[in-house]
């Protein structure tokens, strides 16, 4: 196979290049009271990319990046870019065992943790034999053989960026799978940036600061940025989620857009300290993960008045959104309950058996092809074949396409759960289920929830003349999975309903749980 050569088609870095040229003293990054201009952006990632050439990293190899949200994490991905080399972020609320898996499946060299998981750090070097070097950031003493961050930008001369483009491969996103072992999503740097021009067209996103209160190892939190690095907007940048943190960003800097998902915007509209702030500045609301009620929206349309929501549906295989509900859409009626239309970049249809496509109005398969699909799943050639047919992404989700174009999910194939924005797999829950001595069986499905979209829901058999709480059920679970993975509440039943070859029968399970 030829490799691409370097600076042929988009790449990550491409944008910091322009803004340099442009603004350079204008702010890049807000993160607390610290700002940082694109120049000084710049020239810290440049050197951040020597030192990790003095680390050993040369071109195709991966930099793993477990961290909280930061400006530094901006900083980390176009700096692995610029170093010609991989980055792989990783879910910070996955449990030790998870990131342990996760660093041996896409063997990075180097790792890069925040104060938060320095602890972690001598378990995942026991664990994982291609780490050679770790890297800590933020504020903070710096373990014992670990290399800190600023000291390193300080002490490296910059290098010239490598202008990793095109094909080659910007980053390895980890997804929940269907086998109980999350998957490494291979995107290319122009999957990234056609999935950041696809979210400027869509969303007609403006300059301005972009507020990110998610977590930025999500592509829920990467799209929109690599976004608004092709706008040349600054970026505020929140280390976690919280109301009031959100309002006193967006009043203190004027924020213009924002991602949230569902659950978040119902935490704001609902808190009454929303009144004492001047929000009146946001114009764009991204949500994703799942459909907003009717309820939700009309309140969140009080409380930011002047601002335009939209929905994307979407994947980390297709780089985040394929679709967009528009802003024009977000009115009371049937199209409030769509994924919207195709994004600018992206194609839909609905097939049936055989891969045939189906007529508008049929429930089958939703697949996606377009510039934003991934290139393969990392190491895994097999479920590669299997997702990826004649060019299109088989997305597993079940819906169907109106005679306008527009997407309805009506089910989830993977039986997929999606609680508070976040991916949870009902295989993975049930799999750590099962290793409790004393369950029998179980099955696990999502259970409509106004505060999360659905929470995670288990229904478990135990075994005869034992006991089990479900407060000890979920402990259990959430020492193997991560704590939001876990199910959020449990009922005991005597045996689970099945077919006559013996499957269990989930959809009878969610329509007992169906308003």
């Known amino acids: 196979m030829t490799t691409p050569a370097h600076g042929h088609g988009p790449y990550l870095t491409q944008s910091l290049h322009q803004s340099v040229q442009r603004t350079p003293d204008e702010v890049m990054t807000i993160f607390g009271d610290r700002m940082r201009t694109f120049r000084e952006v710049a020239d810290r990632v440049a050197s951040f990319a020597g030192a990790l050439h003095d680390l050993g990293i040369g071109p195709g190899d991966r930099v793993a990046i477990l961290a909280g949200n930061s400006d530094d994490y901006c900083e980390l991905m176009l700096a692995t870019a610029w170093a010609d080399a991989i980055f792989v ?15 041996n499946d896409s063997g990075p060299r180097v790792l890069i ?101 998610a977590p930025m190892f999500h592509l829920g939190g990467i799209v929109p940025w690599v976004a608004h690095m092709i706008v040349g907007g600054s970026h505020v940048v929140l280390g976690e989620f919280g109301v009031r943190a959100v309002l006193e960003a967006i009043d203190a800097h004027e924020v213009r857009a924002m991602t949230l998902v ?44 002047s601002a ?16 967009y509900l528009r802003a024009d859409d977000h009115r009371a009626g049937r199209r409030l309950r769509s994924a919207g239309y195709s994004c600018p970049h992206a194609e839909l249809k609905v097939v049936g058996d055989g891969d045939v496509e189906l007529p508008a109005g049929t429930v089958g398969e939703v ?32 819906g169907y396409l109106d005679d306008d174009g527009y997407l309805f999910i009506v089910d989830r194939l993977k039986d997929m759960i999606i609680t508070g924005g976040e991916n949870v797999y009902s295989t993975e829950v049930e799999n750590a289920i099962d290793a409790h001595p004393a369950v029998a069986e179980c099955a696990v499905i999502g259970r409509p929830d106004e505060q999360w979209g659905e929470r995670v829901h288990a229904v478990v058999v135990v075994k005869q003349g034992l006991d089990l709480s479900a407060d000890e059920l979920r402990a259990h679970v959430s020492e193997r999975i991560a704590r939001y993975k876990a199910p959020r509440s449990v009922d005991f039943v005597p045996a689970l309903p099945r077919t006559n070859t013996g499957k269990v029968l989930k959809r009878d399970l969610r329509d007992q749980y169906r308003p």
């Open 367 to 398: 697949c996606v092809r377009g510039g934003g699909v991934m290139r393969e799943y990392w190491n895994r050639p097999e479920e590669t074949r299997k997702a990826l047919r004649d060019g299109w992404m088989h997305t597993g989700d079940a």
């Open 113 to 213: 943790v925040d104060q938060h998981f320095a602890g972690t750090v001598p378990e995942l070097l026991e664990n994982c034999p291609s780490l050679e070097s770790v890297v800590c950031c933020g504020p903070g003493e710096i373990p014992a053989n670990v290399h800190g961050y600023e000291t390193l930008i300080a002490a490296t001369a910059p290098v010239t960026d490598a202008r990793r483009s095109g094909e080659e491969t910007a980053g390895i996103f980890y997804t929940g799978g269907t086998t109980g072992f999350p998957k490494g999503v291979v995107l290319t740097h122009g999957n990234l940036q056609t999935a950041g021009l696809g979210a400027y067209a869509a969303l007609t996103l403006g300059g301005g600061a972009y507020l990110h209160p």
């Open 89 to 103: 972020p990783l879910n910070t609320r996955w449990s030790t065992a998870e990131v342990i898996y996760g660093v």
């Open 308 to 323: 335009g929501f939209a929905q994307g549906y979407g994947m980390s295989e297709t780089t985040g959104p394929s679709s």
């Open 262 to 305: 569902p659950a978040m915007i119902q935490w704001i509209v609902n808190d009454p300290v929303a009144a004492d702030f001047d929000l009146s500045s946001v114009r764009s609301i991204l949500y994703g993960a799942s459909p907003i009620s009717e309820s939700v929206l009309t309140r969140a349309l009080e409380v930011f008045p």
